[in-house]
């Protein structure tokens, strides 16, 4: 099945500089790269995704970058704001019929310091 | 609102007791999951639903565990003799799947179970 791993678990920034959290995923035929944010005691919340077919994809101040070669995604957060403080998780599905799962990296706790 | 619900929000039994939690997918959703999140993890897949028919089951689904979804809308996961390792966050998402197009999930609140 597919694994992924996330890094790094936690991650303070100063607001208004970047963060960048990285995913690796193991199976070539994962298609879908979702990200949710999860604010404390709250349900996850999907804030960008990206299909196996494009490189990047940019909404505003997050972006996502995609190497399908290397198996890694990337989640980037610019100018950030106290209110991007939540946990990030990246996730992964397969492509093909019969398997819609998501599997989930295990989250970054982001922390932005006013 | 129009999200993803689930009751209850909170449940707390004692070991060995059943417990069934109810999730209802925002409306004409014809896929429903529900994972389960522990406590510094990301949510794990138990289990699918498209329309009545439940076609994928994780291995983290013992046969304690059973899942209903009788009219294609609202879906149950019902937990027999609870044991303390079933204590997490029980997380139900729905989405619209139209042929082979890629869909987003939408999660619910999630039903957080403590067993003692």
């Known amino acids: 099945g597919e694994n992924v791993e996330q890094h790094p678990s936690t991650l303070s920034v100063q607001e208004g500089d970047s963060a960048v959290i990285k995913c690796t995923y193991s199976?070539?035929?994962?298609?879908?790269f979702p990200w949710y944010k999860q604010e404390l005691g709250k349900r996850p919340q999907l804030i960008i995704d990206?299909?196996?077919?494009?490189g990047e994809k940019k909404d505003q101040r997050i972006a996502v970058t995609l190497n399908k070669t290397a198996k890694h995604f990337s989640l980037h957060i610019t100018e950030t704001q106290p209110e991007d403080s939540a946990v990030y998780f990246c996730a992964a599905r397969l492509s093909g019929a019969g398997s819609y799962q998501l599997t989930f990296g295990k989250g970054t706790k982001l922390s932005v310091i006013p | 609102d129009t999200g993803v619900s689930q009751d209850p929000r909170h449940k707390i039994t004692k070991r060995g007791q059943n417990v069934t939690f109810r999730c209802d997918p925002i409306?004409?959703?014809?896929?429903l999951y529900w994972y389960r999140q522990t406590l510094g993890q990301g949510p794990e897949f138990l289990t699918y639903f498209q329309n009545e028919a439940q076609l994928e089951k994780s291995r983290l689904l013992s046969d304690r565990f059973s899942a209903e979804r009788p009219k294609g809308s609202f879906s149950t996961l019902e937990i027999q003799r609870t044991e303390q390792g079933d204590s997490a966050m029980y997380l139900c998402?729905?989405?619209?799947?139209?042929?082979?197009?890629?869909?987003?999930?939408?999660f619910g609140p999630g039903t957080r179970l403590l067993v003692l």
């Open positions: 409306s004409e959703h014809n896929r």
């Open positions: 998402a729905s989405s619209l799947a139209r042929g082979l197009a890629l869909e987003t999930q939408y």
């Open positions: 199976d070539s035929a994962s298609n879908y």
């Open positions: 990206i299909r196996s077919n494009v």
